[in-house]
C-alpha cells in the first residue's frame, strides 16, 4: 500500500470521513438538506480534500436546478475514473 493511501486511510479514520462513495449515494440527501448537521459536516470536509467529489456534487446541484425532479445526473467520466483509482489501491 502507498503512503498516500495509507495516510488518507488515517485522516479517514481520524476525521471519520466518508469516503468517496458514500458521498455519491448521500449526494441527493446532502442536497435536500435531509442530512444531519454532523454527516453535513463530514461531507463538506470531505468536499475539501477531494475536488473530484466536490466538482461531482457542484455538477448535482446545477443539474437539479436545471429540472427538478430529474434524475441524478449521469457520473462525470472524470469522477468514475476518481472512484476507480480509489477502488484499484485497496
Ligand atoms: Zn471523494
Known amino acids: 500500500m502507498s503512503i ?5 486511510r488515517w485522516i479517514d ?6 469516503t468517496c462513495e458514500e458521498i455519491e449515494a448521500l449526494a441527493y440527501d446532502f442536497l435536500e438538506k435531509n442530512l444531519d448537521a454532523k454527516t453535513e459536516k463530514r461531507m463538506l470536509r470531505h468536499f475539501k480534500l477531494c475536488p473530484p467529489c466536490m466538482r461531482f456534487i ?7 436546478k ?25
Open 58 to 64: 457542484e455538477a448535482y446541484r446545477r443539474t437539479r
Open 66 to 90: 436545471a429540472g427538478r425532479g430529474l434524475p441524478a445526473p449521469k457520473l462525470d467520466p472524470a469522477f468514475q475514473e476518481h472512484l476507480m483509482r480509489m477502488f484499484r489501491k485497496d
Open 4 to 8: 498516500k493511501s495509507k495516510l488518507s
Open 13 to 18: 479514520r481520524a476525521l471519520r470521513m466518508p
